[in-house]
């Protein structure tokens, strides 16, 4: 089967950095992607991991560790438009099939 | 062009309605999806389509119709629904085997 695990809920001011975390457990793995989502919109893709490391997006960055099948998405300098749903997601061995976790909301406070 | 489009944008309808759903990309994309997501719960994969070929269908009741006309559209047709049904529906693209998805913007469908 496949699961994947994300806080439900995280809360920050604004200017801080937050951490959002990601465990999976996938019949096959072929990299970690982060969406982030406004109440009412559409996902929107952010950043991608498929090997272990840090990539590093603007404001954004995401880290993967596939021995520990364990991503997280870094925010820094957080900004109010930043309050959304944010969403791993996996994309497991057969062929395009997409797995999103549970989704993280974010509140940023003033 | 970096858009997928999605009509209606709201859509009401009874149970022993047919009504169809529609999706288009001019980005080139080769892998169109479609996904389902109820309030504050994730996107729920329902189909994909690779190089205009169902490639997965994730046991969906088959009161939901796929169909992929050319490379550029997908629609999705419905029939017979129940009020349980009721979500967003979701149409994505992406080229093949790549990581990256775009998103159109949904359509709100309402069964009563």
């Known amino acids: 089967g496949q699961s994947l695990e994300q806080p439900s809920e995280v809360t920050a001011v604004e200017g801080a950095i937050v951490q959002i975390n990601c465990t999976y457990q996938?019949?096959?793995?072929?990299?970690l992607s982060w969406y982030q989502q406004h109440d009412g919109g559409a996902p929107t893709f952010l950043s991608y991991?498929?090997?272990?490391g840090l990539e590093e997006t603007g404001r954004f960055s995401s880290f993967l560790s596939r021995s520990d099948s364990y991503g997280y998405l870094l925010l820094q300098e957080l900004q109010m438009k930043d309050s959304a749903s944010y969403f791993c997601?996996?994309?497991?061995?057969?062929?395009?099939?997409?797995?999103f976790g549970p989704g993280t909301r974010l509140s940023v406070l003033p | 062009d970096t858009e997928v489009t999605q009509t209606p944008k709201h859509l009401v309808m009874g149970m022993t309605n047919k009504k169809s759903l529609k999706c288009e990309q001019h980005m080139g994309h080769r892998a169109m999806y479609w996904y389902k997501q109820k309030a504050k719960k994730p996107p729920e994969l329902m189909f994909v389509y690779s190089y205009e070929k169902l490639s997965i269908n994730e046991s969906v009741p088959s009161r939901f119709s796929p169909e992929c006309p050319n490379s550029s559209l997908l629609n999705l047709h419905l029939h017979a629904l129940q009020p349980e049904d009721s979500a967003l529906y979701l149409c994505a693209s992406s080229q093949v085997q790549r990581r990256e998805q775009y998103f159109g913007p949904g359509t709100r469908l309402t069964v009563t």
């Open positions: 997601a996996v994309r497991d061995g057969y062929g395009q099939n997409f797995v």
């Open positions: 996938t019949s096959g793995f072929y990299g």
């Open positions: 991991n498929g090997l272990d």
